[in-house]
């Protein structure tokens, strides 16, 4: 049986994304800059328009707007954690906001959760019973999912991987984290740009990037001992980067554990929160 169409939305710290997901296949998307620094009204502005063009693309009304954002996601209210990344969100009313607009209902999680759900159901980790996925992008989350069920805490806050060790790991194995520690050292670049500049064999860029694994790969293996997920699964835009996730591998493999710490690269990449949100909302 084919199901209805979800709209999804998935809102991060760089960028909007839109689709309409049947089943667990993006047939249509549309995707726009986050006005981050503007504050949350011109993000739900913003991305209030890409839903509207999604909307006006699909044939049938779809079922509801699966929601997945950045930030503390708690009775469709969103709240930053980190909040040089996202300012002035303190419990914004996203939810509501985009109930009201278009009249569907609404179903909300943090971003990282939706992407770990889909990786789940439908990407690199459905043939595993427990699957922990983390993304390294704009900053670090995460969100682990146990037979089928995603642990979202009591107040929706497990999974936050960048902000254990009193958020120190995003402020160094990040995305932003990368790019910001190379100005500091007086080069402007992007964190794609500082990886390739590792890869090329820059001795200064390659210590960042080394520095941001093995940070990485000590939280990893705390959650290794707290939950032992069979796999983990890398994503975001720095976490699927082939030598950063080559880093990640190779730095856990120095590690000394009872058992192998699996890591592979999401399967869904870009689309993990959109299909995963979609789903999750699909289930609730």
Known sequence: MTLPVVLALDIGG???????????????????????SEGPEA????????????????????????????G????????????DLMPGWDGFPLAAR??????????????????????????AGKESGSVFFLTVSTGIGGGFVNDGALLAGATGLAGHLGHTRGGVLERVSSGTALARR???????????????????GQDWAVRLVDDAAMALADVLLDVKFLLDP?????????????????ALQSALQLRDVPSPVRITPALLGADAGLIGAAAWARAH
Do not use: M, W
């Open 14 to 36: 760089t960028k909007l994304a839109a689709a309409l997901v049947r089943d667990a296949v993006v047939v249509a998307k549309a995707v726009a800059p986050t006005p981050a």
């Open 72 to 83: 503390l996601v708690s009775k469709g209210r969103v709240r930053a954690l980190s909040r």
């Open 98 to 123: 985009l109930e009201e607009a278009i009249g569907l209902p609404v179903r909300a999680l943090n971003d990282a959760q939706a992407a770990a759900y889909g990786e789940a159901a439908h990407g």
């Open 43 to 70: 993000v739900a502005a913003a991305a209030l328009a890409l839903v509207r063009k999604l909307l006006d693309q699909s044939a049938s009304r779809p079922a509801c707007l699966a929601l997945a954002t950045a």
């Open 182 to 200: 190379a100005l500091e050292l007086g080069y402007r670049q992007n964190a794609r740009e500082v990886i390739e500049s590792a890869k090329a």
């Open 230 to 246: 069979e796999l983990f699964v890398s994503g975001g835009s720095t976490g699927l980067n082939p030598y950063y996730l080559s």
